[in-house]
C-alpha cells in the first residue's frame, strides 16, 4: 500500500484510544484513589479484629490470641475488663489515654449500639534544636484510628475491646506508581501504535484490494478481488465479490450478446421492408400482392420484437399489474392455436392439443394467453423437420398443467436452469426466430413468477422438450 487508508487511521485512532483509557484507569486507581482504598482496608482491619476478639473473649488463652492479632496486623489492643489486657506496637496511643478519656470513648460506643470508630489527624510532638524544654505540634498527614466496642453490655462489668491504628499518608507510593506508570505508558503507548501500524495494514491492506477491485468493476475489470486467506471474513467477502464479478462478467456479455441478437433480428426485416419498398418505388410492376404481403408480415415481426422487450423491461421493474380475473384455460388454449392457423398451413407445422374437459383457473387471461404464445414459438422454433407440437392439458387432483411439447433437438441437462435467463441461449450461434423475439422464455418467467405459479421443463437431446406451468382449478361456475 502505497498510502495509509482512512481505514488504517481509524483501526490506529482506536486503538490509541483503547491504550489511553487503560492507562489513565490505572493512573486513577493506583494514584487516585489509593489513599481513600487503603484507609478502608485499614479501617475494615480494625473492626474485622474487634470482632474475632469478642468471639474469643472468654477463651482462657485470650492474651495469646490478641497478641497474635496485634502482631499480624501492626495495630494495638487494649481489652479493660477485670483483667486489663494491652498490647503495644509502633505508634500505639490507646495505652497511653486517661481513665476520662477511656470513659468517654466507651460511652460514645454504648450510645452508638456498642460501637464507636474515632479517626483523628495525627500530632507528632517535636523538640526544637538550641532551646531548653521547648517542643511543637507537627501534622505530618498520618491519621490516628480508635475503634471501641463495648461487649456483655447486660453485665455489671461490660468488657471494653479497643484497637488502634495509624494510617499513614501514601505520598511517597503514589508518587513512585506515577512514574512508573509514566514510563509504562511511554512504552506501552508507543509499542500499541507500532504494532497498531502494522495491524491495521495487514487487516486492511486486503480489504484496500477488494475495493480497488470492486471499483473497477464499473470499468469492466473483471479481475479476482484478492488472493488473501488469513481472514475468513475478508476471504467470505472475497468469494462473494468474486462471484459477483463472475455473474456481472456473465450479465454483460450476455447483454452484449442479446444487443447483437436483436439487433440481427431488427436489421433483418427493415433490410427487406426497405429492400422492397424500394424495388416497389423503382419498378412499378413489382407492386404485387405478394411483395406488398412480404412488407407487412416483416413489420409485424418487427412489432412482436419490440413489445417483446418493452414487455420484458416492465417485467423486470414490477411496473406490470396483473388482471387477476377466473377463466377458462382450455378455450384460451384453443382461442392462441387458432392464431397459427395461417401459419402452420404455410409451414406445415402441426399443433394438437390433448385434453379431457374443460376447466377454470385464476390469473390474467391476457398473459397467460402471452406464455402460451411464447412457448409455441419457441417450440416452433426449435423443432427439426418434423415440426409436430402437442399441447397437453392435464388435470392432477386440484391441480391443472399445461404442457407444450416439441420433437426438436432438445436441450442438454447442464443448460436447463439457465434458459429462463433473459439473456441466456442454447444455441451458440444466433439463429433468427420464426416467431417471436428470441427473449420469449425470459417473459415467460417474469409473468409466471408474477402469477405464483409452478413451472418447468424437461427435456433430452435430439428427444425434444416439454415445458410446462401449473396451477390450481378453480370450482364451479
Known amino acids: 500500500m502505497k498510502k495509509t487508508t482512512r481505514l488504517q487511521w481509524k483501526v490506529l485512532r482506536y486503538l490509541f484510544t483503547y491504550v489511553i483509557g487503560i492507562l489513565f484507569l490505572l493512573w486513577f486507581f493506583q494514584v487516585i484513589l489509593l489513599q ?19 468471639k474469643y473473649i472468654d477463651s482462657n488463652q ?54 464507636y470508630l474515632s479517626k483523628s489527624d495525627l500530632v507528632e510532638m517535636q523538640f526544637v534544636p538550641d532551646t531548653l524544654n521547648t517542643v511543637t505540634a507537627k501534622f505530618n498527614g498520618d491519621k490516628n484510628v480508635i475503634y471501641t466496642k463495648v461487649v456483655n453490655l447486660e453485665s455489671d462489668s461490660p468488657t471494653i475491646i479497643m484497637v488502634n491504628t495509624r494510617i ?40 484496500a484490494e477488494i475495493n480497488e477491485a470492486s471499483q473497477n468493476l464499473s470499468k469492466g475489470d473483471y479481475k479476482h478481488m484478492t488472493s488473501q486467506k488469513d481472514y475468513l471474513e475478508v476471504q467470505e467477502l472475497n468469494q462473494t465479490l468474486t462471484e459477483a464479478a463472475r455473474q456481472v462478467q456473465k450479465a454483460d456479455k450476455a447483454k452484449r450478446d442479446l ?7 431488427l436489421r433483418t ?16 410492376n413489382e407492386k404485387t400482392d405478394e411483395n406488398i404481403k412480404v412488407i407487412v408480415n416483416e413489420s409485424k415481426r418487427l412489432s412482436i420484437i419490440v413489445n417483446d422487450l418493452l414487455d420484458l423491461s416492465k417485467l423486470a421493474e414490477n411496473k406490470i399489474t396483473l388482471n387477476l380475473e377466473k377463466f377458462d384455460i382450455t378455450a384460451c388454449c384453443r382461442e392462441v392455436i387458432k392464431t397459427y392457423d395461417q401459419h402452420l398451413k404455410q409451414e406445415r407445422i402441426v399443433i394438437e392439443f390433448d385434453t379431457t374437459e374443460d376447466v377454470n383457473i385464476v390469473g390474467d387471461k391476457h398473459r397467460i394467453s402471452q406464455v402460451l404464445h411464447n412457448l409455441i ?11 409436430r407440437i402437442i399441447i397437453h392439458q392435464r388435470i392432477e387432483g386440484e391441480k391443472v398443467k399445461i404442457l407444450v411439447q416439441d420433437f426438436g433437438c432438445g436441450i ?58 401449473e396451477t390450481t382449478v378453480e370450482k364451479g361456475e
Open 168 to 207: 499513614s499518608r501514601v505520598n511517597a507510593a503514589t508518587q513512585a506508581l506515577s512514574y512508573q506508570l509514566l514510563f509504562i505508558g511511554i512504552i506501552v503507548t508507543l509499542s500499541a501504535a507500532i504494532l497498531a501500524f502494522f495491524m491495521a495494514k495487514k487487516i486492511v491492506k486486503p480489504i
Open 36 to 54: 481513600p482504598f487503603y484507609e478502608f482496608n485499614k479501617i475494615n482491619v480494625v473492626k474485622e479484629v474487634a470482632d474475632k476478639i469478642e
Open 62 to 115: 485470650l492474651e495469646e490470641y490478641v497478641s497474635s492479632l496485634s502482631d499480624q496486623n501492626d495495630l494495638c489492643v487494649r481489652i479493660i475488663s477485670e483483667n486489663d489486657i494491652s498490647t503495644r506496637n509502633a505508634g500505639c496511643r490507646i495505652s497511653q489515654l486517661p481513665v476520662d478519656k477511656l470513659l468517654e470513648y466507651a460511652n460514645l460506643a454504648i450510645r452508638n449500639n456498642g460501637s
Open 377 to 387: 414459438n419457441n417450440a416452433i422454433n426449435y423443432s427439426d423437420e418434423n415440426k
Open 269 to 284: 426485416p427493415l433490410t427487406m421492408i426497405t429492400g422492397y419498398g424500394e424495388m416497389m418505388m423503382d419498378l412499378p
Open 259 to 265: 444487443i447483437a441478437n436483436v439487433s440481427h433480428d
Open 412 to 469: 442438454a441437462e447442464s443448460d436447463l436452469p439457465l434458459i429462463w435467463d433473459r439473456y441466456y441461449k442454447v444455441d451458440k450461434e444466433h439463429i433468427r426466430s420464426d416467431q417471436g423475439s428470441g427473449i420469449g422464455l425470459a417473459i415467460v418467467r417474469e409473468i409466471l413468477d408474477l402469477h405464483h405459479y409452478t413451472y418447468g421443463v424437461e427435456s433430452k437431446i435430439n428427444e425434444g422438450s416439454i415445458f410446462y406451468f
